[in-house]
């Protein structure tokens, strides 16, 4: 979508043509929600995200139902959905119950969350950092065994709200672990959204060194001090290609209070279509979407393309 033939599309040196979006808004975003979404909302809405182009969608969480409520519809949700095509839905597995869960389901990609602090660790999975790495060890396994592929998040790559700064050798260290346990791909989750485009090229060029190639890195950033926009521009001239988003920015973390919501995926897209980078998303229907979605969480969206545009159509 264009408005007056806006964004004026103006490429920059060194940037890829395309990125693909992980757009997490029908996972990460409604988890956050203080009452639980209906099930067939949900469906709609992960459809019309496919509609809008997103191939990539994040569709639900195979955690206990007790520590997300929200999400507690996962095996009446994923069969609803089982008709999509062309769009790949990974979901997050906390242990092995919740990849059974899952693989019964049919679920051909999945995630692990892991922390690059101890704190959060302890807070978010109730054990220590290795701890918490043993138990995602045989997970990873037994997926690549059954030949699904493994997205590893990682939490608080550059900031924690009880620690403080994070050193980028702790995680680079659990970014290695996950990658050596068999994860095809890493999210550097700025969890609390502190990061600087500075220590977004420092952490990449860190990680390449410690053998973890760019083409297998995703970014996860919160727009917290307003920084996600820059901080995902640096990844791309980083070589970054995958970016995580969250539909009408919804979005934070339970567990870690100062985290305001995701990169909104419209905002995101707005500032692609701009560089000219490709997405194959229609911001139009995706911003329909977003608004979609409000009326139903009854508040407006917070991310500025968002309100923007849906003006413009009033």
């Known amino acids: 979508m264009s408005v007056d033939g806006l964004p004026m599309v103006v490429p920059a040196p060194d940037l890829p043509a395309r990125v693909r979006i992980h757009e997490v808004g029908a996972r990460d975003g409604l988890q956050n929600e203080k009452m ?3 099930t067939s909302v949900k469906a ?10 997103l191939t990539t969608i994040e569709a639900t969480s195979f955690v206990h139902p007790k520590w997300v409520p929200q999400l507690a519809d996962a095996e009446e949700l ?44 302890k807070a978010n999975l109730n054990r220590t950092l290795d701890e918490s790495l043993a138990v995602f060890a045989p997970v990873v396994r037994r997926a690549k065994d059954e030949g699904v592929h493994v997205r590893g998040y990682v939490s608080m790559c550059f900031g924690d709200p009880w620690e403080g700064a994070v050193p980028l050798h702790q995680v680079a260290r659990v970014c290695t672990a996950l990658r050596d346990m068999g994860c095809d791909e890493l999210s550097l989750g700025d969890t609390i959204g502190v990061a600087t485009p500075g220590h977004v090229l420092e952490l990449l060029s860190l990680l390449n060194e410690n053998g973890v190639p760019t083409n297998e890195i ?13 901080n995902t521009l640096a990844a791309l001239q980083h070589g970054v290609t995958t970016v995580d988003a969250s539909a009408g920015g919804l979005g934070g973390c339970p567990y870690a209070k100062s985290a305001t919501g995701n990169l909104a995926t419209e905002d995101l897209v707005w500032m692609l279509h701009g560089l000219g980078i490709e997405t194959g998303v229609d911001l139009g229907r995706l911003t329909a979407t977003s608004v979609w979605m409000a009326a139903h969480l009854d508040r407006p969206s917070p991310s500025r393309t968002v309100r923007a545009l849906s003006h413009k159509d009033q």
């Open 44 to 53: 709609e809405f992960i459809r019309r995200l496919a509609d809008a182009g």
């Open 218 to 230: 995703g970014v996860h950033f919160h727009d917290t001090y307003g920084q996600a926009l820059a």
């Open 78 to 121: 994923y069969p609803l959905l089982s008709d999509l095509s062309g769009v790949e839905l990974p979901v997050l597995v906390p242990n092995q119950r919740g990849l059974d869960r899952a693989l019964a389901l049919g679920a051909q990609r999945v995630a692990v969350f892991a922390s690059a602090t101890e704190s959060f660790a």
């Open 36 to 38: 639980a979404v209906p």
